[in-house]
């Protein structure tokens, strides 16, 4: 997975809890890319950060979704009030510039499961 | 706007033999990117290869080829000589190259078994 590291990698919680997903790209990567799968889906472009810097968030949930990366420390999208429906594997990417041709190199994945 | 489109049901070969994994697509972009990963049992994704829309040559990589036929808009996957480790959901995805990120639209994924 070429050092992308997330955790939790499995988080369980209950309906109206907050979730926090972290994100520690690979080293001397700044840019850091969130994607949402479904059951039985491919993965959905949740936002795309820079340190500090929220450059294209077109895929977020406009309420209860948040993402952050700091300058430093991970990356974090966290997930408040959470309902069954946001149940789903949640990854993310990094990439050492932005770009269409530059490969994103994937972390393992954080998988959320609201009861 | 993107799309890409998988369609197949599952997919079954033969251990060493060849399969194709389709994968068409649709954008009003110039330029583009295209790019196929694995999704083994275990979850992480795995990048496998790599088209660029201008690129004169079909990309390969090891038993991976991409099949790119831009007049068609498909980008099929062809893996040669399959093994069992190749058991695993495929996704297809692109890009747009006159956007300032690597912003991906996957398709649904293809899923692939391999028999012994």
């Known amino acids: 997975n070429a050092g992308v590291m997330q955790n939790p990698r499995h988080l369980v919680r209950r309906r109206g809890q907050e979730a926090r997903l972290r994100c520690s790209p690979v080293k001397g990567h700044s840019h850091v890319y969130w994607y949402r799968q479904l059951p039985e889906e491919g993965l959905k472009f949740m936002v795309y950060?820079?340190?500090?810097?929220?450059?294209?968030e077109s895929g977020m949930p406009k309420e209860r979704f948040s993402a952050e990366f700091p300058k430093e420390g991970p990356s974090i999208l966290r997930i408040q009030q959470v309902v069954r429906g946001d149940s789903a594997a949640y990854f993310c990417?990094?990439?050492?510039?932005?770009?269409?041709?530059?490969?994103?190199?994937f972390g393992e994945g954080s998988r959320l499961t609201v009861l | 706007a993107q799309k890409i489109t998988q369609t197949q049901p599952g997919m079954f070969v033969q251990e060493k033999e060849a399969v194709t994994l389709d994968c068409t697509y649709d954008t009003s972009d110039p330029s583009y990117g295209l790019f196929w990963y694995k999704q083994p049992s275990s979850g992480e994704m795995i990048f496998l290869i790599y088209q660029g829309s201008y690129d004169q040559q079909n990309a390969t990589e090891g038993r991976y080829s991409l099949n790119f036929q831009k007049a068609r808009k498909s980008a099929n996957l062809v893996i040669s000589a399959s093994q069992l480790g190749d058991s695993a959901m495929y996704f297809c995805?692109?890009?747009?190259?006159?956007?300032?990120?690597?912003?991906?639209?996957f398709g649904k994924g293809i899923t692939l078994s391999v028999r012994p």
């Open positions: 950060l820079q340190k500090e810097n929220i450059i294209d």
């Open positions: 990417a990094s990439s050492p510039r932005g770009g269409a041709t530059g490969e994103l190199f």
């Open positions: 995805a692109m890009t747009s190259s006159t956007g300032a990120n690597s912003k991906l639209t």
